[in-house]
């Protein structure tokens, strides 16, 4: 009933891919994973009527080689604007199975009725770039460091020195919300004053990023104190928060950008064999609604080299996958491209590399490799974007230091460790 190699799928149908290792039989592992996530379980049921087997889940394909399967879900299994009651589904009870050695959801293709059910961004790659400016090249930004710790004067102080300095955007860390040694709104006050201070002084317009995480009643309070106090973008934890949080928030259309954290996700995305890929949750924030979202980088401290980085389908994509990125920023219907956040031990000298492996269109996001230049946050901030233009400009950057300090100091600092480094 549920393995059926003959069946076509609909064009209504949600097809998804899973990497499939079972602890014994195929054919039984292969009928019993789309029925424990459709209308089936353990065992026959007295209660299956024939109006309800139609909504069974059927695998249509599966090669034992590479160990993929694809398994079609009828349309009206879903409720639509639904991520809770659609990860419940396709992917609930069937990592729990005795049946499976490992399982990993690779990729989920839905039909078009089901995305239009979703708003998507509000801005966008595109918006985003309205906001600041810009058209062609790669934003600058920048978190707050040490991540946490600093008051809010002292906060809004960092952030202003690398917005002078050519920082775009500017964010608060994961773990950053409202600690009593740095309270919520008087960090926003604070923040956003230095963010007004700073386009005055430099004619470029800013955003920054305060972290609002929390349940998402006391989350919308946060966005709208935000809102009311000139600000123009909000970010989330979104899988510590839920994706149910964050459609909430994004359904309230404040007319803030939405950065999208994704603190935790290597607890289910870094093992090659088991739990879902980052692409399927770039997928998904995309149908929410968010603008921005942490992909990762190739070239900085986290786990993840070039070979993994660019990931085919069945890997794991635990910094960044080619999948998310694509899936951020193709065409996808009527929604709006995602902008992708390069992110983790970055520093001005990883810029060339990066920009060569993803292009221009991602915000390129260094914490320590900006605060910890050895002239200070706003030369570090000075080192990224001169880094930025030489490599816009296709100049090696040792030869553009010659006439740029900052860059000069940020390649004797981290020269050693970037460029004579084991790191692909």
Same mark, same amino acid.
């Given at each position: 009933?549920?393995?059926?190699?003959?069946?076509?799928?609909?064009?209504?149908?949600?097809?998804?891919?899973?990497?499939?290792?079972?602890?014994?039989?195929?054919?039984?592992?292969?009928?019993?994973?789309?029925?424990?996530? +459709?209308?089936?379980?353990?065992?026959?049921?007295?209660?299956?009527?024939?109006?309800?087997?139609?909504?069974?889940?059927?695998?249509?394909?599966?090669?034992?080689?590479?160990?993929?399967?694809?398994?079609?879900?009828?349309?009206?299994?879903?409720?639509?604007?639904?991520?809770?009651? #659609?990860?419940?589904?396709?992917?609930?009870?069937?990592?729990?199975?005795?049946?499976?050695?490992?399982?990993?959801?690779?990729?989920?293709?839905?039909?078009?009725?089901?995305?239009? +059910?979703?708003?998507?961004?509000?801005?966008?790659?595109?918006?985003?770039?309205?906001?600041?400016?810009?058209?062609?090249?790669?934003?600058?930004?920048?978190?707050?460091?040490?991540?946490?710790?600093?008051?809010?004067?002292?906060?809004?102080?960092?952030?202003?020195?690398?917005?002078?300095?050519?920082?775009?955007?500017?964010?608060?860390?994961?773990?950053?919300?409202?600690?009593?040694?740095?309270?919520?709104?008087?960090?926003?006050? /604070?923040?956003?004053?230095?963010?007004?201070?700073?386009?005055?002084?430099?004619?470029?317009?800013?955003?920054?990023?305060?972290?609002?995480?929390?349940?998402?009643?006391?989350?919308?309070?946060?966005?709208?104190?935000?809102?009311?106090?000139?600000?123009?973008?909000?970010?989330?934890?979104?899988?510590? +928060?839920?994706?149910?949080?964050?459609?909430?928030?994004?359904?309230?259309?404040?007319?803030?950008?939405?950065?999208?954290?994704?603190?935790?996700?290597?607890?289910?995305?870094?093992?090659?064999? /088991?739990?879902?890929?980052?692409?399927?949750?770039?997928?998904?924030?995309?149908?929410?609604?968010?603008?921005?979202?942490?992909?990762?980088?190739?070239?900085?401290?986290?786990?993840?080299?070039?070979?993994?980085?660019?990931?085919?389908?069945?890997?794991?994509?635990?910094?960044?996958?080619?999948?998310?990125?694509?899936?951020?920023?193709?065409?996808?219907?009527? #929604?709006?491209?995602?902008?992708?956040?390069?992110?983790?031990?970055?520093?001005?000298?990883?810029?060339?590399?990066?920009?060569?492996?993803?292009?221009?269109?991602?915000?390129?996001?260094?914490?320590?490799?900006?605060?910890? /230049?050895?002239?200070?946050?706003?030369?570090?901030?000075?080192?990224?974007?001169?880094?930025?233009?030489?490599?816009?400009?296709?100049?090696?950057?040792?030869?553009?230091?010659?006439?740029?300090?900052?860059?000069?100091?940020?390649?004797?600092?981290?020269?050693?460790?970037?460029?004579?480094?084991?790191?692909?």
């Amino acid at each position: 009933m549920y393995l059926n190699l003959g069946y076509v799928p609909k064009s209504t149908d949600v097809i998804c891919e899973f990497y499939v290792e079972p602890k014994g039989d195929w054919k039984k592992t292969l009928n019993q994973l789309p029925a424990e996530s +459709s209308i089936g379980t353990w065992t026959s049921l007295t209660t299956m009527k024939k109006s309800v087997e139609r909504l069974g889940a059927k695998v249509f394909y599966y090669d034992k080689k590479t160990r993929l399967v694809k398994i079609a879900y009828p349309i009206d299994i879903f409720e639509p604007h639904s991520i809770p009651q #659609l990860l419940s589904d396709v992917a609930g009870n069937i990592f729990g199975m005795k049946i499976v050695k490992n399982l990993r959801l690779l990729d989920i293709k839905f039909p078009k009725s089901y995305v239009k +059910s979703f708003s998507g961004p509000k801005f966008g790659m595109e918006g985003v770039r309205k906001i600041i400016g810009t058209k062609k090249r790669p934003h600058v930004g920048t978190i707050v460091k040490p991540k946490i710790g600093l008051n809010p004067r002292d906060t809004a102080k960092v952030a202003y020195n690398a917005w002078v300095g050519g920082v775009d955007f500017v964010k608060d860390d994961e773990n950053l919300t409202d600690q009593k040694f740095c309270r919520f709104e008087d960090r926003v006050i /604070h923040v956003l004053d230095a963010l007004d201070k700073a386009e005055s002084e430099t004619g470029e317009r800013k955003m920054y990023a305060p972290n609002i995480t929390a349940p998402a009643d006391v989350m919308l309070k946060r966005a709208q104190f935000v809102k009311d106090h000139g600000g123009n973008t909000i970010m989330i934890d979104v899988i510590t +928060s839920g994706f149910s949080a964050v459609q909430f928030i994004r359904d309230q259309n404040l007319g803030m950008v939405i950065h999208a954290h994704r603190a935790m996700h290597a607890s289910f995305t870094r093992n090659k064999k /088991h739990g879902i890929a980052m692409s399927v949750i770039a997928k998904l924030l995309r149908l929410i609604g968010v603008d921005q979202l942490h992909i990762g980088t190739v070239v900085g401290k986290l786990e993840g080299g070039k070979d993994e980085v660019l990931a085919n389908e069945y890997e794991c994509e635990c910094r960044y996958s080619k999948e998310a990125h694509e899936m951020m920023t193709q065409k996808w219907y009527e #929604l709006k491209k995602i902008f992708p956040v390069s992110s983790g031990g970055l520093c001005p000298l990883h810029v060339p590399k990066l920009m060569g492996i993803l292009g221009n269109d991602i915000v390129i996001q260094a914490g320590g490799g900006i605060h910890g /230049h050895p002239m200070g946050t706003k030369a570090g901030a000075i080192a990224m974007r001169q880094a930025v233009d030489a490599t816009l400009n296709g100049i090696p950057l040792k030869k553009y230091a010659k006439d740029h300090v900052e860059l000069a100091k940020a390649i004797e600092k981290w020269g050693r460790v970037v460029w004579k480094s084991k790191r692909r």
